[in-house]
């Protein structure tokens, strides 16, 4: 079945960058679109961003444009999601998954922004 690990979350001073890790398992990987996801405290889970199979053609929600990058590697079944200029807005947990929906998803790693 579908596995999935994320790491790489961290508290980090607004302006800070991080790169989060997803470790995927129990499926084709390079097969697959892969997104990532994020829950803030009290909110709802809110779609962040979309990779094609082959790693391009990537695609993020307006409030994360120019500062976040997805990227995979294939050969690593691992999906990447590098974050620059992080404001205090994106604390959240971070969760990555294997369908649009979010359903098949990983346990999250936690972001702090915070001074």
């Known amino acids: 079945q579908v596995q999935l690990v994320e790491s790489g979350g961290d508290l980090v001073q607004p302006g800070g960058s991080l790169r989060l890790s997803c470790a995927a398992s129990?499926?084709?990987?390079?097969?697959?679109?892969m997104y990532w996801f994020r829950q803030a405290p009290g909110k709802g889970l809110e779609w962040v961003s979309r990779?094609?199979?082959?790693?391009?053609?990537?695609n993020y929600t307006d409030s994360v444009k120019g500062r976040f990058t997805i990227s995979r590697d294939n050969a690593k079944n691992t999906l990447y999601l590098q974050m620059n200029s992080l404001k205090f807005e994106d604390t959240a947990v971070y969760y990555c998954?294997?369908?649009?929906?979010?359903?098949?998803r990983g346990q999250g790693t936690q972001v702090t922004v915070s001074s």
């Open positions: 998954a294997a369908d649009r929906a979010g359903e098949a």
């Open positions: 129990g499926f084709r990987f390079s097969y697959h679109y």
């Open positions: 990779i094609n199979p082959l790693g391009s053609e990537p």
